[in-house]
């Protein structure tokens, strides 16, 4: 190996490269459409730059057909309230009513000697032509959703460099009617595409099925050789901590060499990592691809990659780059790269798949994730917001659903960059590939298990999705399907040839919910409950041990409601029946956008009927923390007992939808989110409600020692019980059980309920965690929330960095408990909510004589003007403050 003070030096005196191969750019603007039904010129002709494109309509690339309509105005948002049903739908319509041509004209001067300029296609949905100057780059028609296109257009650009690219994007086949079943009738998933755009229980079909130019379009110039599906690997054997120094570990990298010249190419693979330099000489024949690996490099003291919760993010630049006789730059391909190690074993006592980083054992807190924007309108910063919002609910892993697709590179580089572990799906579902007799379905059981039509076209786009996002430290695990296995021949290629040679690193599972993932011994179907739960249930009921799906509730407050709900439409549930057979009257906007108020009724009334529908909205906030937290502490109270994981159903809403959410589709958090975070904290005490013990979980590697529990009671007017303290400790890992407070708890609650106040202290009486709860009487009702007397707290905020803004907010000692209050930063103009914001704590409670400091981090706009603070809750009246 090169002693470090020598890779240092040969970096110093290396020469100057070329920076021609750095020459990378996007086709993201000036984009031009049309109806196949209004131009009757072939691709040949349209791909002319002479050829008049007046008339034609500004399109949106990266888009869909319907992301181009909607910028044009040709149709109103299908987001809000019940415009989705004004558009036509493909199935009623026709394929031709949504192919669309989509042209481009763009410069670039012909290239000189052996500079090569290609033409990349990150997702075009479904079928294409690709055109260009009057030539046609696609021999035969693309094919394929998820299958990625290159072509080198080095012989067709322009000697006047004035060029233009012409796309002919043809839809799905079949579309699938949208007859209200999972899926449809089950037929969009005959394409190697996603399924949701055909309708399911938490969305309404996507009329257009997003057809179109869905991902980047890239121009990229290299010399001779084009660098392409670089492969990192990184080995770290043993038992790690994430403090300290580091045993070495193993880099491993290697990559594919094309030479499409008619020449040999000699040159020099090389990279550089933290210092240190690999390389190797090479010989790429004329017209070839080769694969090369690097000798491995041994890493002394790395910078570990952790999951979050467990420790840092570290992440190091790669820089790998092929040079034509060891001096000129041809390309070159930046590798983001995680040093870490992922393994899986089986844990005998809950009989369940265990997930290890580093060698450590890992407790999986993990959410579903359907796709970041149903119509595919991606973006970095919504990408990296949404991420951030699973980081802040204190999980560690996302689980991408095989409805939809496999995720973007910049999804993957913000899981990288906070520390979240990502299950990825194929593309199979339970629902449209067979699972199930369905009467909804328009072929059998037997058939659908069969599809997708085309076996050939599934597996090649699966290998090539692996070499897209195999580099990323975040990727943990694959899965072949949500609730079912590919059929026979995908599951072979995946499990035999594709993951072992074009990753071989991660554990593979043959379905969500699996056996060989989590032995389901009580039965079913392996996932679920979808609905709202006692909380008792979640501490006394013992699930499947790695739960790939358990979900709940998610209705967004007022203002969420407000986005997307007429003000017409904006009428509370009305609940009738009896608790054993409730029945409720529910709006039609409400019932498109998918609310189900299974359980809601049950949970809402205790705390009184709604009056309107911001009081319904006000008291579904409290149920859906209160589901949240109950639900993850009751998992976490039997970590590595019954359980090695949970994943909840769902996190989030690509649709305006109301099910299964943390956050809004406009990245508004409800309570929900705040509920997780609470219940999920890696250092936590809880509260049992079904034995009434004071726990404590440690999601730590360390032994946590000198920390006093200190549990208290208040009711309704503010006077506190002290109901006991006690010094404690808790090894790694575990969840342990401390004080009971039975008695004490059912006395001081009988009649209108009490507070419960757990806190973690350490030795110089600083909080290390706070939780607390709410009780009802012993007939399960809150009638002392109703009479909680009116408190007005001081409430200070000021700006303590730019985009950063921390709230104090104090309850003076006379008063009752401040209860339950939403902080929101909003425009000082409008007091419209800014989003997305992210507040290290929300839905706070403040005790009497006591404050919380709450922070706020946001992005500026243009402008120097601060926003304003805004606070409301169950006893606070609204109240705005200025910013200092």
Not at 284 to 306: E, M, R, V
Not at 525 to 551: A, C, L, M, R
Not at 583 to 598: A, L
Not at 802 to 828: C, D, Q, W, Y
């Amino acid at each position: 190996m090169m002693p470090k003070v020598l890779v240092l030096l040969f970096l110093i005196l290396s020469p100057v490269y070329s920076l021609f191969a750095l020459d990378k750019y996007e086709l993201n603007s000036g984009w031009k459409c049309i109806p196949i039904t209004k131009v009757d010129k072939n691709g040949q002709a349209i791909s002319q730059p002479t050829y008049s494109l007046s008339g034609w309509a500004p399109a949106v690339v990266p888009g869909t057909v319907l992301t181009t309509q909607l910028e044009n105005k040709q149709i109103p948002d299908p987001f809000y309230g019940m415009n989705n049903k004004k558009i036509p739908d493909i199935y009623h319509t026709g394929s031709d009513y949504y192919t669309y041509w989509f042209a481009k004209d763009f410069k670039e001067t012909l290239p000189q000697e052996d500079e090569q300029v290609w033409l990349h296609l990150r997702g075009v949905n479904y079928s294409c032509e690709v055109f260009l100057n009057g030539q046609k780059l696609n021999k035969e028609t693309h094919y394929g959703m998820f299958l990625r296109q290159t072509y080198n257009i080095t012989p067709y650009l322009a000697k006047d460099g004035d060029n233009r690219l012409a796309v002919i994007v043809y839809p799905p086949d079949p579309v699938g009617n949208p007859n209200g079943g999972q899926a449809g009738d089950g037929t969009i998933a005959k394409n190697v595409s996603h399924q949701y755009v055909a309708g399911w229980d938490w969305i309404q079909p996507i009329r257009d099925r997003n057809t179109g130019i869905w991902d980047k379009v890239i121009i990229e110039k290299t010399k001779q050789v084009n660098l392409k599906n670089p492969h990192v690997v990184t080995l770290v054997p043993g038992v790690r901590k994430p403090e300290g120094p580091q045993q070495p570990a193993i880099i491993k990298v290697s990559a594919e060499l094309e030479n499409p010249t008619s020449k040999k190419v000699n040159g020099v693979l090389r990279y550089t990592l933290d210092g240190h330099a690999v390389s190797q000489k090479v010989s790429i024949p004329a017209h070839s691809t080769q694969q090369i690996s690097l000798k491995n490099l041994t890493l002394q003291n790395p910078k570990l990659w952790w999951p979050n919760g467990y420790g840092p993010q570290h992440l190091y630049q790669l820089k790998l780059q092929f040079l034509v006789n060891g001096n000129a730059v041809s390309d070159e391909e930046n590798v983001q790269v995680g040093i870490r190690e992922i393994q899986t074993e089986w844990n005998e006592r809950t009989q369940s798949k265990q997930v290890n980083v580093n060698g450590q054992k890992i407790f999986i807190k993990g959410g579903n994730w359907i796709i970041s924007d149903a119509m595919l309108r991606f973006t970095d910063a919504r990408y990296d917001a949404e991420v951030r919002f699973h980081r802040d609910m204190n999980l560690n892993l996302i689980r991408v659903w095989g409805g939809a697709l496999v995720e973007r590179p910049e999804f993957y580089q913000a899981c990288d960059k906070y520390g979240l572990l990502v299950i990825q799906d194929f593309w199979m579902s339970g629902d449209a590939n067979g699972r199930w007799v369905d009467p909804m379905k328009l072929e059998d059981q037997w058939t659908r298990r069969k599809y997708p039509d085309d076996h050939q076209l599934f597996i090649k786009s699966a290998a090539d999705q692996v070499k897209m996002i195999r580099n990323y430290a975040s990727l943990a695990m694959w899965c072949g399907g949500n609730e079912i296995t590919p059929p026979k021949d995908i599951i072979t290629a995946l499990q035999d040839s594709i993951l072992p040679e074009l990753d071989g690193t991660r554990w593979f599972i043959p379905y969500s919910n699996a056996d060989s993932m989590s032995y389901n011994t009580i039965g079913g179907n392996g996932d679920g409950p979808y609905t709202i739960q006692p909380f008792s249930k979640f501490w006394s009921f013992k699930t499947y041990p790695f739960n790939s799906e358990v979900g709940s509730v998610g209705v967004g407050d007022y203002e969420s409601l407000e986005r997307f709900i007429p003000e017409e439409n904006m009428v509370a549930p009305q609940y009738m029946g009896s608790e054993s057979n409730p029945s409720e009257k529910v709006d039609s906007v409400w019932t498109y956008h998918t609310y189900t108020g299974v359980g809601y009724e049950q949970h809402i009334l205790p705390y009184g009927a709604p009056t309107d529908v911001k009081d319904f909205a006000t008291k579904a906030q409290l149920v859906n923390y209160n589901q949240y937290r109950a639900l993850i502490e009751g998992f976490s109270s039997h970590m590595w007992d019954w359980y090695t994981g949970t994943i909840i159903w769902k996190t989030q809403n690509p649709w305006t939808a109301m099910r299964g959410q943390m956050y809004d589709y406009y990245l508004d958090p409800n309570a929900s989110l705040y509920g997780l975070r609470t219940g999920s904290k890696p250092l936590h005490i809880m509260y049992n409600p079904v034995d009434s013990m004071v726990m404590m979980t440690n999601n730590t590697f360390d032994v946590k020692r000198d920390m006093m529990m200190v549990v208290d009671a208040y009711d309704m007017s503010g006077k506190k019980t002290a109901l006991g303290q006690v010094i404690v400790e808790i090894n790694p890992s575990m969840s342990k059980k401390y004080l009971p407070i039975n008695a004490s708890v059912q006395e001081l609650a009988k009649d209108k309920g009490a507070f419960l106040s757990l806190r973690l202290l350490d030795l110089n009486k600083q909080v290390i965690d706070d939780n607390f709860y709410w009780l009802p009487n012993a007939q399960g009702e809150y009638n002392g929330l109703k009479e909680l007397a009116k408190v007005s707290p001081k409430v200070e905020a000021q700006q303590v960095a730019k985009g950063k803004i921390e709230v104090t907010v104090t309850n003076p000692a006379t008063n009752t408990v401040a209860f339950f209050n939403r902080l929101s930063l909003v425009n000082s103009q409008t007091q419209e909510r800014l989003l997305p914001v992210f507040y290290s704590d929300n839905y706070v409670s403040v005790l009497p004589g006591e404050h919380k400091t709450i922070t706020m981090e946001y992005t500026p706009g243009s402008d120097d003007s601060l926003p304003a603070v805004t606070i409301e809750g169950w006893n606070v009246e609204k109240q705005t403050m200025t910013i200092k």
